[in-house]
């Protein structure tokens, strides 16, 4: 079967670029999506604070969901749910299997990758100790009590301060557990500082910088955990160990894109964020297919997801509709050391505008964002604070663009004196 255009992935990413393909004139639209209904991610966070950039008031992760879920039922895009996507080939041929149509291969004009991001667990971080049960990571708890209706325990010690384990350490606090501490190796938070006082210090609960868990207790359940205090080097110092009894650990200690079609598609990868290299209107490195949210970095806010999918989902329709432009003579976006990475990667030439998204690797007070072609400062950006948990974003205008006479340009953080 043949569409315009197939989105892997009907959550907030896949959602935001249908319904942007449909009002930019494509009709044949299919998303596909291996859970059992629609809205990703956003289904388990019942909490508020979404929507407030992008529909101006705060909504829970279901509302914002059925936001995009209502504005896709007045489009002509079809729906494929309980369906898991095989392979993606440069053709844009689509492999996916399910119980009722089983293996099917379906063409499409353009492809959107829109699969999210999953959780670092124990394993990718090595916590020496026993396994006991009891050691679950936050979006896998949060699950449990959010929608299965199980309570994972009732004395928790949280390792990293990612957005998720902070909310987390209220929602189960408010389900009547005692967490006891949110302990992170890095010298900083890695989450929003609005989720640190909303979460942690509304409830008295003890942030514990520069620390880790460096032992796991218990044979069939967690009975305890030692924390322990890290040098600068990230590794811990003896003599700083504290013990906590606890039957939980929680693990919020990093995301990762969801990127195993992705590769599989020869698309180019960008070992900084683990995702694909875009351009400025989300295409990767394979004409036609394109990439946005969670699946090309990890975002803090859905309502930055919405709005570059969005971009995802227009480029696309164009792309159908008006075939291809030429990604020859990009502009490649470098950063110095204080940036981590920035998406898109590339700009081409001729561009309207470039929003760029960014992380800084440390904490900045007053300072600034430079972006300069050569030796020359083409645009700055003052910023009052920034800190590696909290994304960055600026726009180029096209006007800037047309100006940069090197075939590369540089995004700098800059701390005042």
């Known amino acids: 079967m043949n569409y315009e255009l197939i989105i892997v992935g009907g959550g907030p990413a896949g959602l935001a670029a249908a319904v942007s393909a449909y009002e ?16 990703g991610i956003l289904n388990q966070c019942i909490h508020n604070g979404f929507g407030l950039h992008y529909f101006k008031e705060e909504l829970t992760g279901p509302e914002y969901a059925g936001r995009f879920i209502e504005m ?43 699969m999210g991001c999953r959780e670092r667990t124990r394993g990718a971080i090595s916590i020496p100790g026993t396994r006991p049960a009891g050691i679950l990571t936050a979006g896998a708890a949060q699950r449990y009590v959010n929608i299965e209706g199980h309570m994972v325990g009732k004395r928790v010690v949280i390792l990293g301060s990612g957005d998720i384990g902070l909310i987390m350490a209220r929602r189960m ?21 609005r989720n640190i006082v909303q979460c942690l210090n509304d409830f008295d609960i003890p942030l514990y910088l520069s620390h880790t868990i460096t032992d796991i207790r218990g044979k069939n359940r967690v009975e305890g955990v030692t924390v322990s205090k890290v040098d600068e080097n990230r590794r811990p110092i003896p003599g700083t160990e504290m013990d906590f009894d606890c039957d939980t650990v929680l693990l919020s200690v990093g995301l990762i894109p969801e990127n195993e079609l992705t590769r599989t598609a020869g698309i180019e990868m960008d070992a900084r964020t683990n995702g694909a290299v875009v351009t400025e209107n989300m295409e990767t490195s394979e004409s036609g297919i394109f990439a946005c949210g969670n699946v090309v970095h990890v975002h803090d806010l859905v309502d930055f997801v919405t709005a570059e999918s969005t971009r995802a989902g227009k480029a696309a329709a164009e792309f159908v509709l008006n075939g291809g432009q030429s990604r020859e003579n ?19 030439r001729g561009a309207e505008k470039a929003e760029l998204f960014l992380r800084v690797r440390r904490i900045f007070e007053k300072s ?21 948990g909290e994304m960055e974003k600026i726009t180029l205008p096209g006007v800037l663009l047309n100006k940069i006479s090197s075939g590369e340009i540089t995004v700098s953080a800059i701390e005042e004196a």
């Open 24 to 39: 930019n004139g494509l009709k044949k639209i299919l998303i596909i999506e291996r859970d059992r209904e629609l809205g």
């Open 72 to 114: 896709l039922k007045n489009t002509a895009a079809e729906v494929m749910t309980d369906t898991m996507v095989l392979q993606i080939t440069k053709g844009r041929e689509v492999h996916c299997i399910n119980g009722k149509n089983g293996y099917q291969v379906l063409s499409a004009g353009a492809v959107v990758l829109a």
């Open 368 to 388: 600034s964002l430079r972006v300069t072609d050569g030796e020359t400062v083409i645009a700055s950006f003052r910023r009052e604070h920034m800190a590696p």
């Open 330 to 348: 990009c502009i490649e976006v470098k950063t110095n050391d204080a940036v981590s990475y920035t998406v898109p990667q590339k700009i081409r």
């Open 173 to 193: 606090t408010l389900e009547g557990a005692k967490v006891l501490a949110c302990v992170e190796l890095m010298p900083y938070s890695g989450g929003l500082q």
